[in-house]
């Protein structure tokens, strides 16, 4: 791993449990082991690191979903994906995104301090609802629509089923965070979720 990575990896540890605001340039270098001047040579500001943190956290998530066929910044891509699956392939969907979201160090690390940042920062607060919410509950809006009108789903408001479709997975992915012991309870819960949730709208064609 480079400086530059290892600047951003540090960081985000230290973002992941003190808070943004409470870590300083010295303190994040000092984590990787150089002085303050040498960590300025890779990154302007503290603002720049997070910024770059973002940006990884991002190209690492659209990297996983990629190999599972879901693009939520192009839900047109994923339709054929989608109007074709069962209810098992659903599943296995769902819980590979949010056993990605749980396990995966970096993206964990960059989730948690989000939750932390969003009571204390108005705009974290605002780029959290955009990454966590709005982004996800946008593309299965996107992707319900498009379903309803090829016949594929029952024809219902896509944004209130978008709504009951991303509210308990949400929900789920929180507890999993704050109880990790029971994270297979969870999953159990999960499943039996995306299974009512196939079976209510889901149409037999």
């Known amino acids: 791993m480079d400086t530059k ?3 951003l990896l540090e960081a ?13 340039v010295e303190q994040i270098a000092s984590a990787v082991g150089i002085k303050a001047p040498s960590l ?3 990154y302007k500001s503290k603002q720049d690191i997070f910024d770059a943190i973002f940006e990884e956290t991002a190209r690492r998530y659209d990297a996983f979903t990629d190999t599972i066929s879901v693009h939520v910044t192009n839900s047109e891509q994923d339709v054929i994906e989608f109007e074709k699956i069962t209810a098992d392939d ?3 969907k ?3 995104l949010i056993e990605y979201s749980l396990h995966d160090e970096y993206v964990c690390m960059f ?7 969003q009571f204390r920062s108005r705009e974290l607060s605002e780029l959290y609802s955009r990454r966590y919410v709005n982004q996800i509950h946008d593309y299965h809006s996107r992707l319900f629509t498009k379903m309803i009108a090829d ?5 219902e408001d ?12 949400l929900v789920l992915l929180g507890e999993c965070d704050r109880h990790p012991e029971k994270e297979e309870e969870y999953m159990k819960t999960l499943e039996s979720h995306v299974r009512l949730f196939y079976k209510t709208f889901h149409r037999d064609r």
Do not use: C, N, W
């Open 94 to 96: 769902v819980r590979s």
């Open 5 to 7: 990575q290892r600047i």
């Open 90 to 92: 659903l599943v296995q």
């Open 40 to 42: 300025y040579k890779h």
């Open 151 to 155: 016949g594929v789903l029952e024809d």
């Open 12 to 24: 985000l540890r230290l973002f992941s449990k003190r808070g943004y605001d409470a870590v300083g």
């Open 158 to 169: 896509p944004v209130i089923l978008a709504m009951l479709y991303d509210a308990p997975i």
């Open 111 to 117: 989730r948690r301090m989000m939750t932390i940042e």
